[in-house]
């Protein structure tokens, strides 16, 4: 029971998720909504989503060029393991698996592939806002001061970046002496050059620019509104997934939090329009689960059919 709890806890939580949806909804409803806005549609999510997937494992090859030069796909079977431990697993316990990874399968130690990870979550979740603060220009208008104050949000990693040594000197000086370590490691995952931090933030803003104007896109075609709604429900979700109560494969938690961010940016919570913005929920985190398997099941295969011409 021990060796296996984690394994029968996430079992047994997405059994009691798919017994109250379908109790609350039914799973027919649910499918139903998928079907009312097409397949090209549900194809062409999916499609999208997977893009972004080749840009992060791009993203960690320019991090570490000379380890994985050459391994591209390989590198992109190693992300889409950890990004599906990452979804599957409570807790945050994915991302634990992306240091060992990286170290089984490039020889990277720990320590370097956590602090790069370390960084790159920085990153993303600069990045993150950044996408999602898209909803709040559209509340106010789109008025110009609103664009200007977005877009000096969106470099502002570039406006930091000259800062990096300084800001580690301080921490140096700051913290305790057994914290040093822990400062030098952090140092080291940031990249060191303007030529590779520009790659680093440009990739890191593509996907998630991508990720969240496809989520918001699916959340109105199926009848979310406002327009800045559809970037909060995004934003919501995607947040459920970075907090320690993250639960596995984010039943509950991931819809749950699509629900409670499109409402604070001002989709109507009365009962008619929220049993719609529940299934619109619903399907999205079912959009974000298929994406992540198939992600997976294509880096399989492709280190497969490389392998097998070795």
């Given at each position: 029971?021990?060796?296996?709890?984690?394994?029968?806890?996430?079992?047994?939580?997405?059994?009691?998720?798919?017994?109250?949806?379908?109790?609350?909804?039914?799973?027919?409803?649910?499918?139903?909504?998928?079907?009312?806005?097409?397949?090209?549609?549900?194809?062409?999510?999916?499609?999208?989503?997977?893009?972004?997937?080749?840009?992060?494992?791009?993203?960690?090859?320019?991090?570490?060029?000379?380890?994985?030069?050459?391994?591209?796909?390989?590198?992109?079977?190693v992300t889409q393991v950890h990004n599906l431990l990452n979804t599957m697993l409570p807790f945050r316990l994915g991302e634990t698996s992306f240091p060992l990874?990286?170290?089984?399968?490039?020889?990277?130690?720990?320590?370097?592939?956590?602090?790069?990870?370390?960084?790159?979550?920085?990153?993303?979740?600069?990045a993150l806002l950044a996408a999602s603060a898209v909803g709040l220009v559209a509340h106010t208008g789109f008025v110009i001061w609103a664009w200007a104050l977005w877009f000096i949000f969106l470099v502002l990693p570039l406006l930091l970046f000259p800062m990096r040594d300084a800001f580690f000197r301080l921490s140096g000086r700051l913290l305790p002496n057994r914290l040093s370590p822990v400062v030098e490691q952090i140092s080291l995952g940031v990249p060191h050059t303007w030529g590779q931090f520009l790659r680093v933030w440009f990739l890191t803003a593509v996907n998630w620019g991508v990720k969240m104007a496809v989520l918001a896109w699916v959340l109105w075609i199926m009848g979310l509104a406002p327009f800045a709604a559809t970037f909060g429900g995004a934003l919501g979700g995607e947040l459920s997934s970075v907090l320690p109560v993250h639960a596995p494969a984010g039943v509950g938690t991931y819809p749950a939090s699509i629900v409670a961010g499109a409402v604070a940016f001002g989709a109507s919570s009365e009962a008619a329009n929220f049993d719609q913005l529940a299934r619109a929920a619903i399907n999205t985190h079912l959009l974000i689960v298929v994406s992540a398997l198939v992600g997976t099941g294509l880096s399989v295969a492709l280190a497969a059919i490389l392998q097998g011409k070795k």
């Open positions: 029971m021990k060796r296996y709890s984690i394994t029968l806890l996430t079992v047994a939580l997405v059994l009691v998720y798919v017994g109250f949806v379908e109790w609350a909804f039914g799973w027919k409803s649910i499918i139903d909504g998928w079907k009312s806005v097409g397949e090209g549609a549900v194809v062409g999510a999916i499609l999208a989503l997977v893009a972004t997937y080749f840009v992060r494992a791009h993203r960690i090859h320019d991090y570490f060029p000379s380890e994985t030069k050459g391994r591209f796909i390989w590198l992109f079977r990874l990286m170290r089984s399968e490039f020889a990277i130690p720990v320590a370097r592939g956590a602090a790069a990870l370390f960084v790159m979550r920085l990153l993303d979740m600069q």
